[in-house]
DNA sequence: CTGAAAGCGCTTACAG
DNA sequence: CTGAAAGCGCTTACAG
């Protein structure tokens, strides 16, 4: 089965291979009925324009890489595959496809990234998460590659990125419980060295000032991001009688009030992600929405726009949203 | 910062392209010399060879599509994720990239992919499942393009595939029930549509009927493929006081398990799947592993072999392991 | 062992 | 509005 070509189009259709380029690609003023006829031809014969012979001449190849760090967790993490997932939606309307790339190490990830870019194999980049000295980030943003980053880079001017306030929004769910009357408050957080955990626990502090409560060291635990973890970890959290627990993650929050059922106890805690265990009937607990479908659409769009020549737009932050039911 | 091409190589190195492109692609005989210094000149320029130069005349671009049903449930289940990490570890072996398509609709996904070919933008293409009257695979067979399915397709000529044995799987693990002299069991499973699910209900009439045991349609039970579903529609299972319950899944197995629990009901069942949730402490069950390290990794061989062009194997079972505790 | 030349299938100034 | 021609960056018979 022979491929068909430009030219076995403009043959059958009567035309130069100029012609029907330019009606396929729509650029440049075509007769209708030459259009017509060159549709027509091309419907006849099956023609799929050969995208490497096109991309050899644009220097664009309308494949965009989507970068997933692999830790070992980050694929079963419903987080990234709700975001992948939102990038995937997107991406389509803009007919770009997703070269999926994953990379345990950054030193690897750079070169891996920098050999797509240099093999015109991709026209940007989008990565999930950012670390501290990132080296990806580096040569991105050195090589002026278009690229967007999900979460809090270091150096914001250097690369596009779209991240959640997670201050304000830990702010907002801490607040509304002061509101509520509850003023003995906990934070049970992931690892400090994630800014995420930093920026979360930072408006956990204000909403506190802000409603004249003293704040102290010890209120303030770290877990594993694990349910495991945090279940074998509850005791001391549990035993201290808080009014609220307040949690970075849904999973931690649950590992919590297992050990507090456990021990036929009643708390109040609250979660992070509004992921699907937070929202079982068996156990349903309040949580943020940290709406991973807008991370991921804005992503593209951030995206998108750069590749098309606008550089105004350097970020976005997306709006979380407290559940409280 | 101009792209450096296979030219500047050329005159760096005082040869002919023809020449830098035999190194590059270790093709006929150059002298050591002559590589060395080629070599020499690819480090100090940086030379990076244009993908899309090479596969217009190779005809061949090094990727794979790697087609993900969207179901709404596909990505956020830990099953699918684990295979594509998989086959994603084992691609990365032979220097393949992956192209990740997502589609909700047969029709749709069998012209993306028809799309993708022809313009010569895939190599091959990995399905992480099948469906009856699969569109997508039609058009693969008949066209001939390298493709591997993960699952049991209709028509096992058509198309290269990997499975487990399902029905040999659930097969073990009532023999093993039995000779632990559990004899009264019943059956658990998802949605008879799915060919897993009958081909694991088959496996447990066999063991039965093996081990001289009577088998009866009220041993049987179908629920939705969630905790959820098997939670809602324990009771009426747990109250037959049977020996054991075997399930087709973790998820559906834990239902039932917390439904137990919860009614201070002690009993004893299976799962399938070897999840995160089957070997939690606090819910730790016997289950099946069907490892999806092992799918994954042999779609991908069998999908590199048949783009070497063998076309003696055909397809691979991945041997299942019960795991009792 | 190495080079000159043709060709892969497109696009795009240039000319009309 | 349309075509002839050059060129994108490679590879590969062919010839030596």
């Keep these: 089965m022979k491929k068909v070509t430009i030219k076995d189009v403009a043959k059958h259709a009567g035309v130069s291979p100029s012609t029907v380029s330019r009606v396929v690609s729509k650029k440049g003023k075509i007769g209708a009925k030459t259009t017509d006829r060159v549709y027509e031809s091309i419907r006849l014969l099956g023609y799929v324009p050969n995208y490497n012979a096109r ?55 750079r070169d891996k990234i920098k050999n797509l870019v240099e093999a015109n194999r991709i026209d940007g980049v989008i990565k999930l998460s950012v670390m501290k000295d990132d080296l990806t980030v580096d040569y991105l943003s050195e090589n002026q590659i278009p690229a967007v980053v999900i979460g809090n880079p270091e150096n914001k001017g250097k690369i596009l990125w779209v991240d959640n306030d997670n201050e ?17 408050l906990c934070f049970v957080g992931g690892s400090p060295k994630f800014i995420v955990t930093r920026d979360r626990l930072s408006g956990f502090k204000k909403a506190l000032a802000k409603n004249g409560l003293d704040f102290n060291e010890s209120q303030v635990y770290h877990v594993d991001f694990s349910e495991e973890d945090a279940y074998r970890n509850a005791d001391k959290i549990i035993n201290e009688n808080y009014d609220a627990i307040v949690c970075t993650d849904d999973l ?51 995206l998108m726009g750069r590749i098309d020549g606008d550089v105004t737009v350097t970020n976005k932050i997306v709006k979380t949203k407290f559940i409280k039911k």
Tied chains: 1, 2.
């Design 55 to 109: 991309s050899l001449v644009n220097n664009s190849i309308d494949t965009i890489a989507v970068v997933v760090d692999r830790s070992p967790k980050s694929l079963d993490n419903a987080y990234f595959s709700d975001v992948l997932k939102s990038i995937a939606t997107e991406l389509s309307i803009y007919e770009k496809e997703i070269l999926l790339i994953f990379s345990e190490m950054n030193v690897d990830e």
């Design 168 to 184: 304000h929004a830990m702010y907002e769910v801490v607040t509304n419980l002061i509101d509520d009357g509850k003023t003995n």
């Design 252 to 302: 931690i929050a649950l590992g919590i009030l297992r050990r507090a059922t456990d021990k036929d106890k009643k708390i109040y805690i609250t979660g992070f992600n509004n992921s699907r265990e937070a929202n079982r009937s068996s156990s349903s607990i309040p949580t943020v929405d940290i709406r991973t479908d807008k991370l991921g659409k804005w992503a593209v769009r951030l």
